[in-house]
């Protein structure tokens, strides 16, 4: 280790050394070998960087010695002398590896002292802008190395201005500036109970340690947990000979984007300050001019600049975020970095720059964020929009909206009927409340997860949702809720942002879902690249509507529960469950069904050639009666009145029913095809209509060939349960078709969402033409995790605490679920070669998880129509990856 | 097929041959081979049983053939001639592979015409002998061939004795019976629509084929199932010679048992009946006489008899059911069969053979059902006695109790003080029943399921319980129940027997366990031979001293949350739970402490010298809260009386606070290590008092090396999880224990519950000392099934409808559950090849899991403290298996 080279001038350097020079070492080494003009410098290593903290944060002998061998080579080449007359000055910058914007520490103008001030004075000619550099050093130097607060300096130069009337730095005179170095050098001896040191070479040693040791400043180290960033990759030090901005009315300093970071556009776009230093652009004491006007103050520099910045963008294929300096009419580059940018940016500089030839199509798809892309498909906050935060909650449906408060159904359906837009709030939804959230323009609830009735409801209808918002104590009886002190009643205006989890004071300006012809572009090169299919989650016939434009290649999940549910069905419903006869069970299934049927042929009418898979009802019983605390409380009010009314047995029995049908944790309870082998006639009713369906739209027209049913069986986890309900489908098919049943193909199979299943996925497949994992109760179950309880109570905790890394509902744990998911798929394709393999779950929109399936050759993912094309782009990623 | 020999000589055949001769045929070719005294036969082949059915139920020319052959054999051998004078007359009976006893048809007398009838007659110069077989013969022919209504027959039999004031068939004269005859033959007329078939090979014919089809009826179908026996295993039929026990005073017929099959006493056991046939012992038309008799009325056929039974014994090494018939003086064996018997006979049996040198002690502990020994450690009803069974629930803990009913807690502690022995019965218990439960003799509910909160504790206390009785129609506030129409109130006496879930009607006789010497033996031979050590669940002094005289080795789950439900400790665990701030919650835990520290000091003192697994708190906090129901309504009382009352505020808090707690699916909920993590200051105090009570223990005299900690984390799913509670306890018991941590050397483990865990217990065994599968959890996530939920709607529907063959609760899944045991076991050795691994979930009471475990070579089972004997014999037969 002791004879490893430490420090590399930058024509020793190049842009592959990222990891050993730290990403802005190798950029400025990397530029200087392609010949722009960037000044001389050299970097310290990361490595050296490590060794530092093993010697316990001290520069070792063959450190020192290489650093000064570096520094002599920039005073011959630029013919002046560190300390000396003709003084060499250096900025010291930090530079990770992978870019930790604004973490870790910097000091430019080293190498100053009252002696090479006078000189540097007498060099320039401008004594003002020698001491005007003597006491940013100071300043910068104070503050970074010595941990002098900043304050006290900043305070000392505002005194000065304020005394003599002046509203600029730039406006402080010679005099103002020597009074200021001599009350800085005051603080120092004060603060830091030592002169300023005025050695060069001290100063350098001082600064490269204060860099290194900025690696593990707070800020750094929450950074890169939050990054997760590691520990060990260290940060370079860059020692570059300074060059300034503060010459005069001939300097400048400025950034700059080769594209417009917000919107993509193809022009240069940035800012910059005549006669400043790099700090001054960033610490806002002055404003910026846009880059524009400098092709009007400087049109050969501005020249000059713009080839840079094109030499830079075709070198790195990439867009640069450049910084730059102008002394006495030469420009510097200082910094270039690829540039940061929004969604809309992103994928149109992706596509612009297949069209421009710089890039393929393969590496345009993977240069946008799928995750970022949520933003171009909701309704959203503006950025820019000042926001008074009233509470927060779980963002359990994207999108944004503003509205009227309502604190109940009918009331929403009514205002909404007379044009009003409006929120619905309350403690939680359940099914009666189906057409307040259909009127609402979003909903707002203070207890339930992110399967709760309303976020379930709220994503399915594509509307905003925030839940579980414990902050808002409601009052639903008489209509308002407390957060603190503060009272919000019906009719006041609230925005809520489903993509944060923000309440939000008012009516804050929002933007429109952007679908652009470059969107739709990049996702087409996305198409031809990918593996997986994807599919849309979907429950009526406008949100399969919405997925076809999203580029869904047929229904992955149709809950037919949510059909269930509908305000003029419930009574059904409940009827049908609380029957005490077959017979009459039977006779209000036999009402349901004409309505089931059309849903069915809506949805197949919107797929028409694509594939639906059904999922049978799925839900315990119980989630369809009405609420059991006010049943209690009717039941006891109607006791206390005395009498044995009718109404009171009537209430007795409901209460008696609904508690035979509790359970204490439903989630494990009767439901799926524990339902449908107990009560076969459920599940019959339910394959009559699909059929029924079928055979109406043929009869209109439809060609068979375009209808594609594939029946899904919930929750089996054993091999006879399928079988049974594989024969219940089957017979019914063969009753309802006829002899058409050979011109309808169709599929049965299951959901793989018990780790039982996957443990025995052989058996299954034996019985089964398709499995579709689903993922959000496989997790559930594997991990013992109820996500309502488990996201409102111990999973925000665990994130919060590092217990686990990432919310294994929103990425799907690989070593646990991912591995049950592999094992089934292995197993089941071993005994059915030709067995289709999808998934249904959350995790299907998901990104890092859309990988993890296409790594494991599964068939196709299902998300939310919404998420459709972030699955088409991610699971093109997965493929090039 | 068609060459293959279907009929065998009784000669020809052998015990070794069951499968083809079926058992009977088998035992009655051993018993001729061995010279016993057995009417020569011949048996017709399980085979040929398959044959007929796939013949559509004929009967095929080359068996007809055979059977021919053999017949003339028999003829020949005996020197009579089927159907002719001097006749040769037949029994046929059925004889399947595994014994089916009394489920299949028999026909005896076969050959009987009214010619033959008259041979016999002169033969035997006996007409109403003759006469006797001949009517019998036409009623058991009718019934079993014709399949005429038997009871027409018993009708005119009754008829005749009355008109003849007669009280047994006995005493019917020749006249009588010609009469009787003539009656049977015209039923047999009327019903049949013919004549009864006088030709005897047409007769052996019919009777051949009522034998086989007697293999699918009904009654043999329901019975294979029941007992898991293959439909194509047939029945073989037996054709032998009669001899006639009905032939005067010098005949007889009987069964006996060689030992007794009651207590398993060494005599021989049984009874018999002079001047009879067989069926007459059966039918219990006259009463036999104890076989002892025999020795008195026929000296020289009772010491015959009794050395064939020595020789039986002796040839097939095991306790035999013998039927035997002495015509005129002649001792004829008709058949023998290994005895069914008492679990406590099955031990003294088994043992005493060992004794008598006839088997092997590794015979012995094979001879034992592990299962039936559950009568011997539990007071159980008296199988003698009659019962009037009210209702029946599940049969959660074994045992059964005899009582008055009381309907709340404190009235069963106030009654038992007075010296009542009372069952509390309620819809279900919660913690503040605890007083109640320890006071009554049983526990009696009409909801929850094997793990309710009655089921668990009473089962933890080894008190008899039947829970989710849902036919009682409970009305606890009027004290009282309905079953039907009827009503039971406090005072009335009932008993439950918590091992068949049966409720019964007024105090029953009950047998008190037997822990016999003999069985001490078998089980000190089971501990010589068994792989895997066997602990007990036992939460408490007086539990862990039970566990340790049924020879448990340890105790494997030692649950701390009973510890919080005593009654004087509720109220101080609920004021923690409430606490609103961390010092609340910890000046309540400090009260906590010396009552937890002297639990753990009663159980290491019971425990000395054996290991004792802690699993620290498990349930989520809710459980210890009041009932939801009750504050809800009393809020609404307060409510209604108007005035904010500090009483209103005060149920208003606590009814927000059981909300705030309140979860949708417990099971997967805030409980276990989330808890552990959330609430580090619980933990903290239950580590605090184990080594607190180690310490003081050791200062009153133990030996250090006699208290043997394993600490458990519950329901841990991520290594971290286990990583920083492994570290909660090393810091806690470094700062208890100071410098004597080194003489007190500690395990801490994991118990493995989530499928997670397994799939990641290589991860999870770099930080555990050890595992203990829960499997009751393990189950209920890898299946999805709420155990609660699942036993009180669904699971009784699977287990009727054969979708599941076993309670996957009772006995472990294997293809599920156990590939998840297997996996984990692999997986943890292979990364710490000396971890510990053991079973703490009720399936380590249960034979066929042990069987399981014992497979996968884990180190321990660990059960409640009544089943450990079983587990030590389960263990042992797994091994030898």
């Avoid at 300390?83 to 604004?102: H, T």
């Avoid at 999203?550 to 549910?565: P, V």
């Avoid at 043929?698 to 029946?711: N, R």
Wanted: hydrophobic share 40%.
């Amino acid at each position: 280790m002791s004879t490893q080279k430490m420090v590399y001038l930058f024509e020793q350097g190049s842009a592959e050394m990222k990891s050993l020079l730290g990403s802005k070492g190798a950029n400025l080494a990397e530029m200087s070998r392609i010949g722009l003009p960037v000044p001389p410098g050299f970097v310290i290593t990361t490595e050296a960087c490590n060794r530092y903290y093993e010697e316990n944060r001290q520069i070792w002998p063959e450190l020192e010695q290489e650093v000064r061998q570096c520094l002599e080579v920039l005073e011959s080449t630029t013919g002046r002398r560190f300390g000396g007359e003709n003084p060499l000055l250096l900025s010291v910058r930090s530079g990770a590896v992978i870019s930790m914007p604004g973490m870790m520490d910097t000091v430019l103008n080293l190498g100053l002292n009252r002696e090479t001030m006078e000189a540097l004075a007498r060099e320039s000619g401008n004594r003002r802008f020698a001491l005007d550099c003597y006491r940013r050093f100071i300043q910068m130097f104070g503050d970074v190395v010595l941990k002098i607060d900043r304050n006290l300096f900043e305070k000392v130069l505002e005194d000065k201005k304020e005394a003599r009337n002046l509203s600029s730095d730039a406006e402080l005179s010679e005099e103002d500036l020597e009074s200021i170095v001599a009350s800085f050098l005051e603080i120092v001896r004060r603060e830091a109970g030592r002169e300023f040191p005025t050695e060069p070479w001290e100063q350098l040693l001082l600064a490269i340690k204060a860099v290194f040791d900025s690696w593990h400043n707070p800020r750094a180290q929450v950074y890169r947990q939050a990054n997760r960033i590691p520990d060990h990759l260290g940060t370079g030090v860059n020692v570059q000979v300074m060059v300034f901005g503060n010459l005069g009315d001939d300097s400048c300093t400025g950034v700059a984007f080769t594209r417009n970071p917000s919107t993509g556009e193809g022009k240069i776009y940035g800012e910059y300050l005549m006669n400043a230093q790099g700090e001054d652009v960033v610490s806002g004491a002055r404003t910026p001019r846009p880059i524009a006007e400098l092709k009007e103050e400087m049109p050969a520099i501005y020249e000059q600049f713009v080839s840079v910045c094109r030499t830079l963008e075709s070198h790195y294929r990439e867009m640069q975020d450049i910084e730059f300096t102008v002394e006495k009419g030469k420009l510097y580059i200082l910094q270039t970095r690829t540039g940061k940018r929004t969604a809309p940016a992103a994928v149109k500089i992706a596509v612009d720059m297949v069209r421009e030839g710089l890039i393929s199509r393969e590496e345009a798809l993977q240069r946008v964020d799928p995750g970022q892309l949520q933003q171009l498909l909701h309704r959203r906050v503006d950025p820019e929009a000042k926001l008074d935060v009233i509470a927060r909650g779980l963002p359990a449906s994207p999108g944004a909206a503003s509205g009227r408060l309502v604190f109940n159904a009918d009331r929403a359906q009514a205002l909404a009927e007379e044009g009003e837009k409006v929120l619905l709030v309350s403690t939680e939804t359940t099914p009666d409340d189906i057409h307040g959230i259909l009127a609402a323009q979003g909903v707002l609830t203070s207890r339930g997860g992110m399967t709760s009735h309303a976020a379930v409801v709220a994503r399915g209808m594509g509307k905003p949702c925030v839940c579980g918002c414990e902050e808002l104590k409601i009052n639903l009886e008489e209509g308002y809720f407390r957060v603190g002190e503060e009272v919000f009643r019906e009719g006041d205006l609230l925005t809520i942002d489903g993509a944060t989890g923000q309440v939000i004071r008012g009516q804050v300006p929002l933007i429109e879902p952007q679908l652009t012809p470059e969107f739709k572009e990049l996702l087409g090169w996305a198409d031809q690249v990918r593996r997986l299919a994807v599919r849309a989650n979907a429950d009526n016939p406008e949100d399969a509507r919405i997925a076809l434009e999203m580029g869904a290649q047929g229904i992955g999940l149709c809950r037919t529960e949510h059909m269930f549910m509908a305000p003029d069905r419930v009574p059904v419903v409940q009827k049908m469950i609380l029957a005490s006869t077959l017979e009459e069970r039977e006779r209000q299934l036999e009402q349901l069904l004409p309505m089931q049927k059309e849903d069915f042929k809506g949805i197949f009418r919107a797929m028409a050639g694509y594939p639906v898979t059904i999922r049978l009802l799925d839900p315990p019983l119980h989630e369809f009666l009405p609420d059991r605390d006010e049943v209690l409380l009717k039941v006891h009010r109607l006791r206390q009145q005395g009498a044995a009314t009718p109404e009171l047995k009537e209430q007795e029995q409901l209460l008696q029913q609904i508690n035979n049908l509790a359970e204490f944790n439903p989630m494990l309870g009767q439901r799926g095809c524990r339902l449908g082998l107990a009560y076969p006639e459920i599940y019959r009713m339910q394959v009559k209509a699909i059929f029924l369906a079928a055979l109406e739209l043929i009869e209109e027209g439809m060609k068979p060939e375009e209808i594609k049913p594939e029946i899904m069986i919930p929750l089996v986890g054993h091999r006879e349960e399928l079988a049974r309900m594989r024969k219940l489908v089957e017979e019914t098919a063969a009753e309802v078709l006829g002899s058409r049943e050979k011109e309808l193909p169709y599929l049965v199979g299951t959901m793989i969402e018990l780790p039982r299943a996957c443990l025995v996925a052989d058996q299954l497949a034996e019985v089964a033409d398709f499995f579709s994992f689903g993922t959000n109760d496989l997790t559930q179950t594997t991990l013992g995790y109820s996500r309502d309880d488990a996201e409102a109570k111990f999973l925000p905790f665990y994130l919060r605490e590092g217990i686990l890394a990432v919310n294994p509902f929103m990425e799907i744990d690989r070593e646990g679920v991912g591995q049950l998911v592999e094992l089934a798929a292995q197993k089941s394709r071993k005994r059915k070669a030709e067995i289709k393999l999808g998934v249904c779950g959350e995790h299907g929109g998901d990104p890092h998880s859309i990988a993890f399936f296409n790594e494991l050759g599964l068939g196709y993912v299902s998300c939310s129509p919404f998420r459709v094309p972030i699955a088409r782009l991610a699971a093109a990623q997965a493929v090039l990856k």
